[in-house]
């Protein structure tokens, strides 16, 4: 009996042991332990995770890096492949700027004593001109039409051919600003859109741009008095124009009684090698035969360097210190070459630079109290050496 209930107390025993919650949670704590502790480590999987997001976090950097250098190579090829391209970006005509004027409204702009007409300089081929009076004459503007314009022109007071640079139209905010600042000094201003810029009709070049400019400045010349001042302005790509103008009018013998080059290059090679967009290629091996050798298949050369070379009247250049489109010490090596040429021996050769301090950079000269100063004190005395050579 003793030994029956002996196994009967172990058999309960085992049972109780069996049926112990206690134990049981005891049990299987010691008994899956290490299983356990992986399940509840999140911790440790996010340690785990942290390397491969890394390494996904790489290689989407190097896919990056890769599209970058894709798109850098890419460049240089296409434009290479299509000149065409380089030659829209020297012109950038198709950068309208400000959007949404009306050119034929310049009274939209301030200009309240500016008349907008289009001449032909060839058949077919219109382009859109704006003459603003001196800014005496702006009561007796209004209302009045284009006769009444081409009128005043045979007055007494000198005339501007102000040439523009790339981009926009003649209607930009810093162009106007410049006629207004010119015609309170008592000039007539006379600008245009080269054919493909603005409303005039066309497609851009460096000789369809140089042919408008001769065209506009033979139709003053029919305007004016014989004994009124024509002085041709340039700014930017525009001193590229002027000086392909001045050149041609010089070589027949018939050039203005002034030429001012306002932020002016040597030439567009130099230009574009200098220009802020071609940083981040300038030291790439074969950087001429890409993009420069391109310019050139588009027959765009704007050699003013060259140009000053065959002129023969009084040259005035301003240039800002930190202008940043085309560089200052291109306009200083433009002056160096013009004050050294045979052809402008004899005639008076001034630069003017403007201090970084004044921030007018490469658009805003038009904003120096001086620059009025310094146009009377240069043209008066260009016009009294005209006047003693006469």
Known sequence: MRKRNNSEDSGTTGTLLDSDPDLKQRAGRGAAGPAAGGRQGPAEDRSMGKPFRRLGLLGKLKRMLLWLLLVY????VLIKLCPSIQAKLVFLNFIRMPYFIDLKRPLDQGLNHTHNFYLE?????RIGVWHTVPAHMWREAQGKQGDWFHAKLSSTHSVILYLH????????????????????SGYHVVTFDYRGWGDSDGSPSEGGMTS?????????????????????????????????????LCDRG????????????TNIREEARSHPFSMVYRYLPGFDWFFLDAITANNIRFASDDNVNHISCPVLILHAEDD??????????????????????????????FPSSLSYKHKFIYR???LPHILSDFLGAAHQQTDDLA
Request: net charge positive; no cysteine.
């Open 121 to 125: 300089p060839e058949r077919g081929q």
């Open 368 to 370: 120096s109290p001086e």
């Open 254 to 265: 018939s050039g203005p009684d002034a030429l001012i080059l306002e932020s002016p290059f």
């Open 212 to 248: 408008d400019a001769l065209f506009m400045y033979d139709w003053l010349k029919q305007q004016l008095d014989h004994k009124t001042p024509l002085y041709i302005w340039g700014h930017s790509l525009g001193t590229g124009v002027a000086t392909n103008l001045v050149r041609r």
């Open 165 to 184: 640079g790339n981009a926009g139209t003649r209607g930009g905010d810093h162009r106007v600003q410049l006629y207004k600042v010119l015609s309170s």
């Open 324 to 353: 940043g489109t085309v560089p200052f010490h291109l306009g200083k090596k433009l002056y160096d070459v013009a004050s050294r040429s045979k052809s402008l021996r004899g005639q008076r050769v001034h630069f003017v630079p």
């Open 73 to 76: 190579v890419s460049v240089p």
